[in-house]
């Protein structure tokens, strides 16, 4: 069944234009098109991971499924239901199940609470449990992704490290036993061993309490682990999806094989090859029709500025590659 | 440790740092000891909570007001880092001569004022420079960070996670500085956009021959970068070597397990090794060798007494008790069972 379904989904900001742009030259405003025509489809238990570009809109899509930023475009359902527009109560049940993991733990602890409380602070606003259960679980919650509350839970975030922060921004979320959970880059500051430990959490979790995933990360070795599908996108679209491993260790989409030819090695006698790409950086700023990763594709032609194709992206399906020239492609390469 | 005949950029011995808490002094920083060479690139990795952002806000005098910093040395060209006024440290070394970019990248600009207009101001504040030409200046910048400068107008809420660490690359890279100091640099990047900063950090580091210090849990990076690498555990170095050496020829069990656990997309499927247990806490003076306790060769002198750091070889310096014995260690290591007995 699907749990959550993402409709066409576009995300455009206006850019802030200064006051000669706007009076003076009369510029029309331009646009970041953050997000656009993005469907996807999540089952029950899925663990869908998104990669892309630095910028490509995984934090803007995040930020519009758990209810925080609406979307220009495009609808999103819920167990078959459309969120936008939920008021009161029903946003209230929806925003307790599904659990955002923020990108910048600098950013999204309250600076002015105790560990622990930031813990709590879901549960008690929604009063889920009576007070010493709520303090007891959000208790066992630290000790759960390795800061043993003993020590950890009178800090102030300014008292831990990155990856201590990060760590608690997992036990908030987590502790709400919600049915999604929206992850932003959740173990971007921690190194391998403490990891380990949290995505074997997280597998204990989803084994007993079964919920759905959103897994956004850089780390392409984690995704292949941890998701079963994985979606790759660029400055905003969709580029690929499929099965996790499988679009790893058989990208079909030039951008996607380019991020994996890229991934570095441990090893200080390898280089990284130069990627096989054009130009030098992606411009986000009112970017042109067709496929964005036209302009800096070794084998786009004319026709790719102006062809936008959209995928297939119901729950479970097949690999795929938003590119009209894959043939072409493999033919060039091998 | 040996001194080499040229006057190192940046020499730190025994720096320690205690944070004051509530539960007791926190002891985050520990007898740590290196040189940073003119033109060198010197990495520091280790686990989460080991203490490396706290050691160069310590250098850089940014501690919070609970943590104290002791040094025997910490000179920079010559001059006592830990000693100067204050007023001459922020004027004369902060920005100007060693620049950072903190790990909190990301909420480090003031939300209020345009990206570019930041990074042009600081480049006026320590520069003799026209706005224009602070502004072409900024504009070079955004392009080796990979930012189209139409987003120098932007303000910082604008920019993504990853688009606002790459703005504070730029900002520490904005007046030439001698020493630049990356805490995590590149977490919120994808592999080919990293892979062009870094490119082009090795570029302008080569023609302004200005030296990094790069801290970093991701292995394959450092690896990548660094000249030479510490790898820290529990507040303490514990294995520091040119990368080559350090990869090659490991000698600290802690460095051993460090490397077995590193995913790589080439091992995807296979399963790693990682290191059983949990970090130290670190509240309490250190009184044997922090890593004993999950150490898989540990002995009866490993929780006597904290090992001292040995130089093995030049420039190569361990502090384990039982370094004589790595080449076993590292046969040893290669086994999972050796790490779960
Ligand atoms: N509030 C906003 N106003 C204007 N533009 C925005 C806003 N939020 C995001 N953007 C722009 O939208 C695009 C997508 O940003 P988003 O944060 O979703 O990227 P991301 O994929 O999460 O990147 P990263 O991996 O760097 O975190 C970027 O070009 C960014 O500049
Ligand atoms: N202001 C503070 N007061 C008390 N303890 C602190 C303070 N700042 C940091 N610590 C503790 O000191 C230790 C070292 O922290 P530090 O931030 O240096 O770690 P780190 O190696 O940078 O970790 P990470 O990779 O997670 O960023 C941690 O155990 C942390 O909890
Ligand atoms: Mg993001
Ligand atoms: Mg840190």
Redesign the pocket.
């Given at each position: 069944m699907v749990v959550l379904e993402l409709d066409r989904l576009s995300c455009h900001?206006e850019?802030t234009p200064g006051f000669v742009d706007r009076v003076i030259k009369r510029k029309p405003p331009s646009y970041?098109k953050?997000v656009e025509r993005l469907s996807i489809a999540i089952g029950e238990k899925e663990i869908l991971g998104i990669a892309?570009e630095?910028?490509?809109?995984?934090?803007?899509t995040c930020s519009m499924v758990s209810g925080l930023l609406d979307p220009t475009e495009g609808d999103i359902r819920f167990r078959g239901k459309s969120i936008l527009g939920l008021r009161g109560d029903a946003i209230k049940d929806y925003r307790r199940s599904v659990q955002m993991i923020f990108?910048d733990p600098y950013e999204s602890l309250n600076p002015r609470f105790r560990t622990v409380d930031i813990v709590a602070e879901g549960p008690r606003a929604l009063e889920l449990w009576d007070a010493n259960e709520i303090e007891q679980r959000s208790l066992a919650m630290l000790d759960a992704v390795g800061l043993p509350s003993g020590k950890y839970a009178e800090r102030f975030p300014h008292e831990l490290s990155g990856g201590e922060r990060q760590r608690v921004g997992i036990a908030s979320a987590l502790v709400m036993e919600p049915e999604v959970i929206i992850a932003d880059e959740p173990l971007s500051m921690l190194d391998v061993s403490i990891r380990a430990g949290i995505l074997d959490l997280l597998r204990e979790m989803q084994a007993e309490r079964g919920f759905s995933s959103l897994y956004v990360s850089h780390d392409l070795s984690i995704l292949g682990n941890v998701a079963d599908r994985l979606l790759i996108m660029y400055l905003g679209q969709a580029m690929e999806i499929g099965p996790a491993e499988e679009v790893i260790r058989n990208p079909k989409h030039p951008y996607t094989r380019a991020l994996i030819g890229a991934v570095p090695i441990p090893d200080p006698r390898s280089r990284r090859a130069i990627p096989n790409i054009r130009g030098d950086i992606s411009k986000?700023i009112d970017p042109p029709p067709g496929c964005r990763f036209a302009p800096r594709c070794p084998y786009a032609d004319a026709s790719c500025s102006n062809t936008f194709i959209e995928m297939e992206t119901g729950a479970g399906t097949l690999h795929q590659a938003a590119c009209h020239r894959l043939a072409e492609i493999d033919n060039a390469g091998s | 440790m040996t001194e080499i005949n040229k006057d190192p950029l940046l020499s730190v011995r025994n720096l320690g740092v205690v944070y004051e808490t509530s539960q007791g002094p926190v002891h985050a920083v520990t007898d740590v000891s290196f040189d940073v060479q003119e033109n060198e690139v010197f990495g520091i990795a280790g686990e989460s909570g080991c203490g490396k952002s706290t050691l160069i806000k310590a250098l850089l005098r940014l501690l919070p007001d609970n943590g104290v910093a002791t040094a025997d040395r910490c000179d920079y060209r010559g001059s006592a880092l830990m000693k100067m006024e204050g007023e001459a440290f922020r004027k004369e070394i902060l920005w100007q001569e060693i620049s950072m970019v903190p790990q909190s990248a990301m909420a480090s600009f003031n939300p209020v004022y345009r990206v570019g207009d930041q990074v042009v101001e600081s480049i006026q504040t320590h520069r003799k420079a026209s706005r224009a030409e602070a502004l072409e200046r900024a504009s070079e910048l955004f392009d080796v960070v990979g930012l189209e400068p139409g987003l120098l107008k932007?303000y910082p809420?604008?920019?993504?996670?990853?688009?606002r660490q790459r703005a504070m690359i730029a900002m520490a890279l904005s007046l030439d500085p001698g020493l630049i100091i990356m805490d995590e640099p590149t977490t919120?990047l994808d592999v080919l956009v990293q892979e062009r900063i870094l490119r082009r950090i090795r570029e302008i580091r080569a023609e302004l021959k200005s030296s990094i210090i790069l801290i970093t849990h991701d292995i394959a990076v450092i690896a990548e970068m660094s000249d030479r690498i510490a790898i820290m555990y529990g507040g303490e170095i514990m294995e520091q070597a040119s990368t080559i050496e350090l990869f090659e020829n490991p000698h600290h069990p802690y460095t051993l397990g460090l490397k077995n656990a590193f995913p790589s997309i080439t091992t995807m499927g296979t399963e790693l090794i990682s290191i059983p247990g949990s970090p130290p806490t670190l509240i309490g003076p250190v009184q044997s060798c922090p890593f004993a306790p999950r150490c898989p060769f540990d002995d009866a002198a490993c929780h006597a007494a904290n090992p001292a750091a040995t130089e093995i070889a030049a420039g190569h310096v361990v502090r384990c008790v039982n370094y004589e014995n790595s080449a076993q260690f590292r046969s040893l290591a290669k086994e999972k069972s050796t790490w779960l007995s």
């Open positions: 900001f850019l970041i953050a892309g630095s910028g490509c809109g995984k934090s803007t990108q986000p | 932007s809420h604008e920019f993504s996670g990853g688009m919120g």
